[in-house]
Nanobody
Framework: QVQLVESGGGSVQAGGSLLLSCAAS????????MGWYRQAPGKQRELVADITTGGSTNYADAVKGRFTISRDNAKNTMYLQMNSLKPDDTAVYYC????????WGQGTQVTVSS
């Protein structure tokens, strides 16, 4: 099965930026609708952005205008550019297919301080 590895998280102050990466062990990004998810302490995992096979993108209202999802099919990598970060963005971020999910990776921690 394809494995997903997230990276790029860290600790930033409010208003800062981070670029997350999702590397896949196989060529899946051009075949499936993919998403970035996050899970904050005590909350359910939620979808924050997704990208279709055609390249169309969708965002949760909470991140619209601040986050940008993209992918590089040749590198088997997907990205999440996060700008104007807020403390409410603090969570572990994961990538996965939108449907028929693969096993979850370890995620990458994003911590935003006020």
């Amino acid at each position: 099965q394809v494995q997903l590895v997230e990276s790029g998280g860290g600790s930033v102050q409010a208003g800062g930026s981070l670029l997350l990466s999702c590397a896949a062990s196989g060529s899946i990004f051009r075949l499936y609708r993919m998403g970035w998810y996050r899970q904050a302490p005590g909350k359910q995992r939620e979808l924050v952005a997704d990208i279709t096979t055609g390249g169309s993108t969708n965002y949760a209202d909470a991140v619209k205008g601040r986050f940008t999802i993209s992918r590089d099919n040749a590198k088997n990598t997907m990205y999440l550019q996060m700008n104007s970060l807020k403390p409410d963005d603090t969570a572990v971020y994961y990538c996965n297919k939108v449907t028929n999910k693969l096993d979850w990776g370890q995620g990458t921690q994003v911590t935003v301080s006020s």
